[in-house]
């Protein structure tokens, strides 16, 4: 029908944000004048967002910066990395529980739960705190509500499990998934290589705690994944620890605060500092106070010196490439573009090892934190009815099946096919007069139902008694764009119907769903005023420290009655901290604003005149 066609063509773009939900940063990028462009926080150059949230003992949790500012002050009540729990029970996230300050248990249908503020949180809703956040900094950096419309991007190598908690994660933060997206999919796009008709394509994605390397064959706009390999726990974490460790060698700190939280989270950001700066130095301080001494200890690296220390990590990573190929088939020479992501990229030896590797050069002209959410936005663009030129298609990473007797596995859809797709299987009973069929959907690899992920199982009931054999049950896989499954079974000889659909383990039922946003709804108000007083607590107790600096400074330059009124309305916006009416504080942060006035002036005085008098600022 025509009609319907013009229709879609002249229907306006739908706005769609593309978010890069990550393990350590998340960003956010929207399609605006022609490009992808990522929003920034306020005040920050980069447009990364820490995905880490704190809870406050009084206070609703806070995402982001200043959450990550307390994994320091307070890293008992500071969770990081939540993505490594998505769609994962007890049983499969041992060994990261351990750096989780809350206790942890497990749901009916294995989805775990932290405690925290005495309650209960699932990996699916602290996800949503954050993508809240991220589209909260969405909507300041455009001046306006951001659109609801997002495509997340998650790695590659996720399964179903995975992919529906992300997508339920966004549905509890209020947002529409347009699509789900895999991350290597994304970088591609951000650097255009859609448009190449053929070619295959290496992403190699070192971030803060995950190295992924994925090979992509692009055909006709379709991203087949080759191959993917990778390591969970390999990332700039273990690059910061390898500084961690030489100031633990050197210093003379005991080993004892190898067990102090807080002394080890102001280490590790030391070294991260130190870190980064040797990206673009040949050589930076790292310097940390040693508690209970009085002088800091300091040294300066070299960057070589961090190149040695960090050779190990990089030598695995290239390894995982090396097994990559093997799986794909394929030869260094076969690779037509390497395209690097993540942080950790920036590192030039990183940058030398890969293009030596490779034997080319790799694509860095984007910024390596910033390429998979421009990539999302691109594709949000595509899908919001921008553009029809491109057509794009993900595959399924792993076959999907059904166990079969003696538990092997029967695979309905194969990997590597282009979704959205479906396919159906038909099955019989094995004993006369049954009744009755259990079901166990699988997905991976591997030929034993024991050695691959289960899904979910379910029954089929209501089979009419017939000799073993003589049933006929069909059984229908439908994956829908986004890679998620929807499994029916349904017995066709009796016309007598049994459709049941799957539900995954390890993840939330929608009645779950429901009772969270009612939840989240419930508190909402409540929530807005206890982040608004924190927010506030926060600008005053930085304003009281800007102060006491400069203060000194110009004392001269004011008169009495101005010193008095801003010693006045310091005093009183100390007592923020025990006020919990955010009316009362709001007063408070205003007043020291005012009473602060002359004082800035009065800064930019002297400024004025040191600049004529030709003094540096820093003599002032
Ligand atoms: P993820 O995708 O895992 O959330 P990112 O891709 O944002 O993480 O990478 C974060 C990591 O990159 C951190 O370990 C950080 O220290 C590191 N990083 C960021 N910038 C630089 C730089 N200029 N040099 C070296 N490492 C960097
Ligand atoms: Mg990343």
Redesign the pocket.
């Known amino acids: 029908m025509p009609f319907i066609e013009l229709d879609v063509l002249n229907a306006p773009e739908r706005p769609t944000l593309g978010i890069d939900l ?4 998340s960003l956010v990028a929207l399609w605006r004048e022609g490009r992808p462009q990522v929003l920034r926080p306020a005040g920050r150059p980069d447009g ?1 967002i820490p ?1 880490a949230i704190w809870f406050p003992s009084s206070a609703p949790p806070q995402v982001g910066w200043p959450a990550r500012d307390h994994a320091v002050t307070d890293p008992g009540a500071t969770i990081l990395s939540v993505k490594r729990f998505m769609g994962r029970g007890l049983a499969d996230a041992r060994a990261d529980l351990a750096s989780v300050p809350f206790p942890a248990r497990e749901t009916e249908n294995h989805v775990i739960q932290f405690e925290a503020q005495g309650r209960a949180w699932t990996p699916q809703e602290l996800s949503a705190l954050i993508l809240k956040e991220v589209w909260r900094i969405a909507s300041a950096a455009l001046g306006e509500e951001a659109p609801r419309r997002a495509v997340i991007t998650v790695p590659a190598y996720f399964d179903e499990a995975q992919r529906a908690a992300t997508r339920d994660a966004a549905r509890l933060a209020g947002l529409e998934v347009a699509r789900i997206v895999n991350e290597p999919t994304a970088a591609s796009l951000a650097y255009g290589l859609e448009q190449k008709k053929q070619g295959t394509v290496v992403v190699y994605d070192l ?4 190295f992924d390397v994925s090979i992509l064959a692009i055909e006709g706009g379709v991203f087949r994944v080759l191959a993917t390999a990778g390591d969970t726990h390999l ?3 273990d ?2 620890r390898a500084l961690v460790e030489l100031a633990f060698e050197e210093s003379g700190v005991g080993a004892e605060f190898r067990a102090d939280a807080a002394f080890l989270q102001g280490l590790r950001l030391a070294a ?1 500092r130190c ?2 700066e040797l ?2 130095r040949s050589e930076s301080e790292l310097h940390i106070s040693v508690p209970e001494q009085r002088l800091p200890w300091r040294r300066m690296v070299r960057r070589e010196e961090l190149e040695q220390r960090i050779q190990p990590f990089v030598q695995r990573t290239l390894d995982l490439c090396r097994r990559a190929l093997h799986d794909a088939r394929l030869q260094t020479e076969q690779i037509d573009e390497v395209v690097l ?4 990229t ?2 030039p030896h990183v940058r030398a090892e890969v293009a030596r590797f490779f034997g080319r050069k790799p694509h860095t002209e984007l910024n ?2 910033e390429v998979v959410a421009m990539g999302a936005a691109v594709q949000g663009h595509v899908l919001g009815g921008g553009t029809r030129e491109l057509l794009l298609l993900d595959v399924t990473p792993l076959a999907l099946g059904l166990e079969t007797l003696g538990g092997a596995v029967s695979k309905i859809v194969l990997r590597n096919s282009p979704i959205p797709c479906q396919a159906t299987e038909g099955f019989t009973t094995h004993a006369d007069n049954q009744t009755g069929i259990d079901f166990h959907v699988v997905q991976g690899e591997r030929e034993l139902a024991k050695d691959c992920r289960t899904l979910g199982r379910f029954k089929l009931r209501g089979i009419p008694p017939l000799p073993a054999g003589m049933a006929r049950v069909s059984v229908r896989f439908a994956l829908d764009a986004d890679g998620l499954l929807a499994v029916t079974a349904r017995e066709e000889s009796s016309g007598a119907q049994a459709t049941i659909e799957v539900q995954p383990m390890n993840g939330l039922s929608d009645p779950e769903v429901e009772r969270m946003l009612k939840e989240s709804y419930a508190h909402a108000r409540e929530d807005f005023d206890q982040s608004r007083l924190v927010n506030l607590r926060v600008e005053i107790a930085s304003m009281l420290r800007a102060l006491e600096k400069s203060l000194p400074g110009v004392r001269g330059a004011l008169d009495r009655e101005t010193l008095l009124d801003i010693e006045e309305a310091s005093a009183h916006a100390r007592t923020a901290e025990r006020l919990g009416d955010v009316q009362a504080v709001q007063r408070l942060r205003d007043e020291l604003e005012r009473a602060a006035m002359p004082l800035a002036a009065a800064l930019m005085d002297s400024v004025a005149k040191a600049a004529l008098q030709g003094k540096k600022l820093s003599e002032v």
């Open positions: 990550g393990t350590t940063y990364r995905s971030g803060g705690g995950t990332g700039g974490d690059l910061d991260e870190k980064i990206s673009s992501v993540g942080g950790s920036r590192i390596p934190d």
